[in-house]
């Protein structure tokens, strides 16, 4: 079985400043890692994924991830956020039976 | 595309009554799931289709929780009786599966129980 951490409950964070949310994972079989995104009263939207390859991976909106095994983490960073970032991350991962498991989620909360 | 559908969106019952939740995957996807979501706590997987077959239920409390998935199309998700603590958010999620692995949600149903 695998499981997931997520280091931070709470992050604020001012507007154009620099944001990493820390993930780390155990498992006994090769995994596949995701970063979700809440916004308030909104669903679970996929904002990256490591599935193989490259051990960067970006999102559209300037997040990237890099998965680090010998560390087993999947830290998630943004060099400079916006007011429109303030939601809750969920860090998640899966091995080859389509199942996800979530950590508990962060709350990035920007500010002005 | 349209995206994975829920109903009712907020749903408030007394302990011992019955709920029933309903989900409408994205068309053409072949698995679903049903997720719990408490409070402060990140999503947990209650139940899994592949198509209507059950591919995983193991952390479904059968005792008051039940699910089907007709036609392997749309799904409802019941529970009977309900108790204090399954006041949470019910999320369904779908995914084509084969190597997309990339699951899709809904905007969940909101429950509280008093």
């Known amino acids: 079985a695998q499981s997931v951490t997520q280091l931070d409950s709470q992050v604020p964070v001012f507007e154009e400043a620099p944001v990493e949310l820390r993930c780390n994972y155990s498992?006994?079989?090769?995994?596949?890692l995701f970063w979700y995104v809440q916004y308030p009263n909104q669903g679970l939207q996929l904002l990256l994924k490591y599935l193989s390859g490259s051990t960067l991976v970006e999102s559209i909106n300037g997040f990237e991830a890099e998965f680090n095994k010998s560390q087993t983490s999947f830290h998630l960073r943004k060099p400079s956020v916006h007011i429109s970032d303030t939601a809750e991350y969920f860090c998640a991962v899966s091995a080859d039976d389509y199942k996800l498991s979530f950590g508990a989620g962060t709350t990035v909360t920007v500010r002005a | 595309e349209a995206g994975v559908a829920q109903s009712p969106r907020y749903k408030i019952i007394e302990k011992r009554q019955s709920v029933a939740f309903w989900c409408n995957p994205i068309s053409g996807h072949a698995t679903l799931y049903w997720y719990q979501q408490i409070l402060g706590q990140g999503p947990k997987l209650l139940i899994q289709?592949?198509?209507?077959?059950?591919?995983?239920d193991s952390q479904l409390p059968k005792d008051r929780f039940s699910a089907e998935r007709l036609k392997g199309v749309d799904s409802t998700l019941k529970i009977q009786p309900a108790k204090l603590e399954d006041s949470a958010v019910y999320l369904c999620?779908?995914?084509?599966?084969?190597?997309?692995?990339?699951?899709?949600f809904g905007p969940g149903t909101r429950l509280t129980v008093t």
């Open positions: 999620a779908s995914s084509q599966g084969g190597e997309a692995y990339e699951q899709y």
């Open positions: 498992s006994s079989v090769s995994v596949y």
């Open positions: 289709f592949q198509n209507n077959g059950v591919v995983d």
